[in-house]
């Protein structure tokens, strides 16, 4: 980067799974940080367009973290250009490009499709990461509370996942952010193995002592009953538009962007499943 590498880089969703471990990964290696979201130090809504040239003001990059189902990234992406920023890292998800992968109506899906192309037709330096589902959901995410309940309720059959851990999203990202060679890249990203439900919870059964099991439900009626549980219809469809990509066997795949972005292999479910035992994540 140049002169303006001294300005700060905004990370959107730095309270998140990701952006807080960009956060940290960049403040490790120097890097000075605008942290922000809804309830951060710098207030930044997708939603509320004023928030976002005071986040804008001054940065030299930004690490984009969308908010599903929200159209408005082309135009977040237009302002930050306005502003100087340089270098754009997009968090999209893996999938995106492939036909049949969301379902067909998914406004989540064809809203990252358009950031993505935003992104590209820029003319700023841009690099775009595509993740497979997050080990960190059993930790931090959607299926914390069901493992520590101890039942897992999923529409996902008897698929395999080859979750990725954030850590790994965010030692990605924070190359894409500081480093050359990234810019007009497309990684995609995924763990080194592929874990079915039960294997996965059964992982997290030996080194916890916690028994979870992982009960599949039917497709069919899934998003029904989450709207049903006080879910918004939105969030319920994509919600369900993602789970449809494990259900139809598409997660088990292992993508080669940590191998190929960082020169070395993708941390393991295992080595995921011990880090989040030791912060407690499932026991305190
Ligand atoms: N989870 C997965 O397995 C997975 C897999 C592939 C791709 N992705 C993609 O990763 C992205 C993040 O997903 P996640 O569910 O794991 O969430 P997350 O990053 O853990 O949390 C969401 C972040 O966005 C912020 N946020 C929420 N609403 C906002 C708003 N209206 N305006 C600004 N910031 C807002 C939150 O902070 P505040 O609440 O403080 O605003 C938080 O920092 C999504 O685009 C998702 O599609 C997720």
């Given at each position: 980067?140049?002169?303006?590498?001294?300005?700060?880089?905004?990370?959107?969703?730095?309270?998140?799974?990701?952006?807080?471990?960009?956060?940290?990964?960049?403040?490790?290696?120097?890097?000075?940080?605008?942290?922000?979201?809804?309830?951060?130090?710098?207030?930044?809504?997708?939603?509320?367009?004023?928030?976002?040239?005071?986040?804008?003001?001054?940065?030299s990059?930004?690490?984009?973290?969308?908010?599903?189902?929200?159209?408005t990234?082309?135009?977040?992406?237009?302002?930050?250009?306005?502003?100087?920023v340089?270098?754009?890292?997009?968090?999209?998800?893996?999938?995106?490009?492939?036909?049949?992968?969301?379902?067909?109506d998914?406004?989540g899906?064809?809203?990252?499709?358009?950031?993505?192309?935003?992104?590209?037709?820029?003319?700023?330096?841009?690099t775009?990461?595509?993740?497979?589902?997050?080990a960190?959901?059993?930790?931090?995410?959607?299926?914390?509370?069901?493992?520590?309940?101890?039942?897992?309720?999923?529409?996902?059959?008897?698929?395999?996942?080859?979750?990725?851990?954030?850590?790994?999203?965010?030692?990605?990202?924070?190359?894409?952010?500081l480093?050359?060679?990234?810019?007009?890249?497309?990684y995609?990203?995924?763990?080194?193995?592929?874990?079915?439900?039960?294997?996965?919870?059964?992982?997290?059964?030996?080194?916890?002592?916690?028994?979870?099991?992982?009960?599949?439900?039917?497709?069919?009626?899934?998003?029904?009953?989450?709207?049903?549980?006080?879910?918004?219809?939105?969030?319920?469809?994509?919600?369900?538009?993602?789970?449809?990509?494990?259900?139809?066997?598409?997660?088990?795949?292992?993508?080669?962007?940590?191998?190929?972005?960082?020169?070395?292999?993708?941390?393991?479910?295992?080595d995921?499943?011990?880090a989040?035992?030791?912060?407690?994540?499932?026991?305190?």
């Open positions: 980067m140049t002169e303006t590498t001294q300005l700060p880089i905004l990370v959107l969703g730095g309270t998140g799974k990701t952006g807080s471990r960009v956060v940290t990964a960049l403040r490790a290696r120097g890097a000075t940080v605008r942290v922000a979201s809804r309830s951060a130090e710098q207030r930044f809504d997708w939603t509320d367009d004023r928030t976002w040239g005071p986040a804008l003001a001054a940065v990059a930004v690490y984009l973290v969308p908010l599903d189902g929200v159209p990234g082309p135009a977040f992406v237009r302002r930050a250009v306005d502003a100087g340089e270098r754009i890292v997009l968090l999209s998800a893996r999938g995106t490009d492939v036909p049949g992968y969301f379902a067909a998914d406004p899906n064809q809203a990252r499709l358009d950031l993505e192309a935003a992104l590209r037709a820029s003319g700023i330096e841009w775009i990461l595509r993740p497979g589902w997050f960190q959901n059993f930790s931090e995410g959607f299926f914390r509370d069901e493992v520590r309940a101890g039942e897992l309720t999923l529409p996902t059959g008897a698929a395999s996942v080859s979750f990725v851990d954030t850590e790994d999203i965010a030692a990605v990202a924070v190359a894409a952010l480093d050359p060679g990234h810019a007009g890249e497309t995609e990203l995924s763990g080194p193995r592929a874990v079915t439900f039960d294997e996965a919870l059964a992982e997290i059964a030996a080194v916890t002592g916690r028994q979870a099991r992982y009960v599949p439900v039917d497709p069919a009626g899934y998003t029904a009953e989450l709207i049903a549980r006080g879910l918004p219809e939105l969030d319920a469809s994509m919600w369900a538009s993602a789970l449809n990509g494990i259900h139809r066997g598409l997660e088990a795949k292992i993508s080669d962007g940590v191998q190929r972005a960082l020169g070395r292999p993708a941390r393991d479910f295992t995921f499943v011990r989040a035992a030791a912060t407690g994540a499932w026991t305190a």
